[in-house]
């Protein structure tokens, strides 16, 4: 056998094939060629005789030929409607459907969960949804957002930052840092958008700090930020309640403390009457009646035009809020690391 004859043969099979035009013509095809008995089994018994230079060779157009045959075949097979395949593969729709068990499959995670949540209550109250770097720069976590130069945040104790090394923009003096709070990504949607602005930036953020069952190294927040003409703080305390009646019930009251934050004047915090005891005082709200959710106030003058807009003609409002406090109040979790562990017996209750 020579490697010519392989190829005559090869050609002929296939052409032989082309001319089939019946079920039992192909059948007998089969029979011939491609069986244990076959042309082309007794082809590979042939090639114990050929030279040991033509053997590689050889084998390989031997190789091909078996292949080409038998895809030529089965394609004739299904032109003829005789592949035993073509039954298998139609499609029964009156078959009854296959059901998930309930038990099994995996469902959200009980922060995805809030978040989601959360993000729907604020887009049916017209906000857009931003997100920004988890590794950002100290202009925008602390310098635009009006901190001090020695503010204590910006300390090693609270922050991690990032090694300035080859090819990262971080300096000795304008270090790289993890983003300690959502508030820097107010800065780059009003760098990069002009009032008017309404959007929620919610994201993971990071704190150097000991972990316990309060806090945690990295969690989440969500941040607010709403700035056009005329803008006011009843505006804040009108969003807030209606989103607080929303997530934690028709009765929920608010009420607002003053507080301080470097990027709002006026500053508040919020708090929320207690979901579980009404405002009567329970455990939960260690008696008060009140849970805190979330910290507020009017965006400082400054923090304006430190991102290009004139305090003169725009104000606004911004928020920020804990994802994982809140929805530890809401399912009732005492312990912030239970949402990191991913032990299912704790995910299952979800
Ligand atoms: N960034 C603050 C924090 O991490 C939370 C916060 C307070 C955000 C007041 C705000 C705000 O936008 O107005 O503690």
């Not at 390989?60 to 394609?75: H, M």
């Not at 983003?179 to 704190?207: A, C, D, F, N, W």
């Not at 927040?221 to 989103?243: H, P, W």
């Amino acid at each position: 056998m020579t490697i010519n004859e392989i190829l005559n043969v090869r050609e002929k099979l296939l052409a032989d094939l082309d001319a089939v035009i019946g079920a039992e013509e192909l059948e007998a095809f089969k029979l011939a060629h491609l069986t244990r008995k076959g042309t082309i089994a007794a082809m590979f018994d042939d090639l114990r005789s050929v030279s040991k230079e033509e053997k590689p060779l050889a084998g390989k157009e031997l190789n091909l030929l078996r292949q080409s045959v038998e895809a030529r075949f089965a394609d004739k097979e299904q032109s003829l409607g005789t592949s035993k395949r073509t039954d298998a593969h139609r499609i029964d729709l009156t078959m009854p459907a296959r059901t998930v068990p309930v038990s099994s499959p995996g469902h959200e995670h009980p922060l995805m969960k809030t978040l989601n949540e959360m993000i729907s209550i604020f887009e049916r109250m017209g906000f857009g949804v931003e997100y920004g770097p988890e590794i950002e720069d100290d202009e925008h976590n602390f310098g635009k957002l009006n901190f001090p130069a020695d503010h204590p945040a910006r300390d090693m104790q609270d922050t991690f930052f990032v090694k300035p090394s080859a090819g990262w923009k971080g300096t000795e003096s304008a270090p790289l840092l993890l983003r300690t709070h959502t508030s820097p990504v107010q800065i780059r949607l009003m760098e990069k958008q002009k009032p008017p602005i309404r959007s929620i930036m919610p994201g993971r953020v990071y704190r150097n700090e000991a972990a316990s069952a309060r806090s945690a190294v990295a969690f989440f927040q969500l941040e607010g930020l709403v700035i056009d003409k005329g803008v006011t703080m009843a505006d804040l305390k009108g969003v807030l309640l209606s989103f607080a009646r929303q997530f934690f019930g028709s009765d929920a009251k608010i009420r607002l403390r003053p507080s301080f934050f470097p990027f709002t004047e006026p500053s508040a915090e919020v708090d929320v009457s207690c979901y579980i005891c009404g405002g009567k005082g329970c455990r939960v709200c260690k008696n008060s009646g009140w849970l805190e959710i979330l910290g507020s106030g009017m965006v400082h003058p400054n923090v304006l035009s430190n991102s290009g807009i004139d305090p003169e003609i725009y104000t606004g409002y911004a928020f920020g809020l804990g994802i994982d406090r809140t929805a530890m109040m809401r399912y009732g979790v005492s312990d912030i690391r239970d949402f990191f562990e991913n032990d299912y017996r704790f995910l299952e209750q979800f």
